[in-house]
Nanobody, 127 residues
């Protein structure tokens, strides 16, 4: 499956952005979808994950309560609503897809679990 992220940009601290990740039409609803981020000089880190029908979600502690992952299977799109943004949220944000069955929430913390990746969209939080 091919993934294309959009919605990144420059935002002031405390602001909001909504990222989108559009997938091609191959059975999008069969995939667990995740968001990761990578800042310059740092390792890629887990942000959020959502199960195939959206019943289960999980978040990194650093974004819990500020970010919300959702999906619209009719539009083959997963979203990441980011509120109360902080400078430390600055990174390249990537979406990823896993074609296997839903497992435990913690299973998806590792980037190696995912089969497909987008190219990323840059988010910069700065005044």
């Amino acid at each position: 499956v091919q993934l294309v992220e959009s919605g990144g940009g420059l935002v002031q601290p405390g602001g909001s952005l909504r990222l989108s990740c559009a997938a091609d039409g191959r059975a999008f609803s069969n995939y667990v979808m995740g968001w990761f981020r990578q800042a310059p000089g740092k390792e890629r880190e887990f942000v959020a994950v959502i199960s195939q029908r959206g019943r289960f979600t999980n978040y990194a502690d650093a974004v819990k309560g500020r970010f919300t992952i959702s999906r619209d299977n009719n539009k083959n799109t997963v979203y990441l609503q980011m509120d109360t943004l902080k400078p430390e949220d600055t990174a390249d944000y990537l979406c990823a897809a896993d074609g296997g069955p839903w497992r435990t929430k913690s299973y998806y913390f590792t980037s190696q679990r995912y089969d497909y990746w987008g190219q990323g969209t840059q988010v910069t939080v700065s005044s």
